[in-house]
């Protein structure tokens, strides 16, 4: 009963607070206040709870955690560099345990290896309910959430945020879905251009080719239907301010199945694994595991080549009639193109979701002279990933092993890939992701 009174506070009250806070119309005092009265002393032993109640409970406590944190660095000096200081004081059950100690030996109970701090795999997965992605009647993925009370939990309580949690998580159920596809065809015995593999490429390039919609139909939506870029840029993003001065805060760079797409069909920039590894403190223990086996194994395009007995290097100085006997000879090609020209296509539309809501408005602001949030820059991603450096990783998707297939291929794939529809098992059947009730 604490744990749902406590949940209910965290769905009604905070919010509250946190609009009150923000229009200046409360100081942040109330906010540790009503913490320290109404939340915190109430909390549960970690040790006491199940897994489920500790997720739970770790869902509503980030929200907590990066309140109070933005509050006490937007108002005090120095605040920002020293963002530690924000949970002096704060304590929690009734061993008055300091706060961040309690979020940590709750992120310890939950068996799952979650960061100290709020994260992706909370913030989104875990608060959003559970998705299901569809094509036809057969289900090809269902990422769960840990609640069952058709709720999301939100900063300020307001719709848009909410739609964005929730688009967030349908991008990374599509994704699982494609991974579900894909990973099967990693094993050695695999033939890369069996039947099976080839319906596999087409469901994922389908798959891929939905995430692309679901990313532009957000994009299009008037901002009272989707959230509005100074909501996004001025209130949303600036509750993933740090906890500690090197933390990593949540992002949708934490995507675990994105980044295990990559690692699947490869990705021309040398440096990308040094660079997810750089996000592994903020990964679960298992999507770290998955991670580290797929960066040291070859990628599907890289075996299907070495199948083929064809030199990556020759393909890409290959003349349009060899290219085109190579195509003849191996078929499989044309669906894996596919396969990889979807990739770059779901990346494009990602970047040009971020440039929307992110880049293009900032830019404005510097143009007008505006200057940058002081708390979390909009100049970059949380994790410090920067216009530029998107724009290389969408063109490095775009530049995959079977690239020079492109002048062969690009006029026949752009065709096919605009039908929406795929071959099932069933019949042809379009695909549907739906947020379970």
Known sequence: MELERIGTWILDELPGLNRAILAGEAPPDVLVDALGRDVLPGLPRPERLDQLEAQRLLVHLGFVGASVARHFQERTPGGKEEPQRAFDGLTAGDAAVPFPAYFTALADHTGTGHYHRDSYASLVRWNVGTIQVCLGDEVLASLPGVFDDGRIRSYTGTPAEERFFALVKRSEALELAVNNLLEPLAGADCRLDSEDAILRLRTSATLLEAMRHLFLTFAALPADQSMPAEHFMDVFRQFAVHWLPDDIPP???????????????????????????????????????????????????????????????????????????????????????????????????????????????????????????????????????????????????????????????????????????????????????????
Do not use: C
């Open 251 to 437: 992002s949708g760079a934490l995507d675990p199945e994105a980044l295990k797409r990559d690692f699947l069909l490869g990705i021309a920039l040398p440096d990308y694994a040094r660079h997810v590894r750089r996000l592994f403190p903020a990964l679960l223990a298992d999507e770290r595991t998955a991670l580290e086996a797929l960066m040291v194994q070859p990628t599907l395009p890289q075996r299907l080549l070495t199948t083929l007995e064809v030199d990556a290097d020759a393909l890409a100085t290959a003349d349009l009639a060899d290219l085109g006997r190579l195509v003849s000879r191996a078929p499989a090609l044309a669906d894996w193109y596919a396969l990889l020209n979807a990739h770059a296509r779901a990346a494009g539309a990602h970047l040009m979701l971020s440039k929307k809501f992110l880049f293009k408005p900032q830019t404005q602001r510097d143009l007008a002279g505006q200057g940058d949030q002081r708390l979390v820059s909009n100049r970059s991603g949380t994790t410090g990933m920067t216009e530029t450096f998107l724009e290389r990783l969408t063109r490095a998707r775009r530049e995959h092993l079977l690239a020079p297939l492109r002048p062969v291929l690009s006029g026949e794939i752009t065709a096919n890939a605009t039908t929406g529809a795929v071959r099932s098992p069933s019949g042809t059947a379009t695909v549907a992701v739906t947020l379970a009730a």
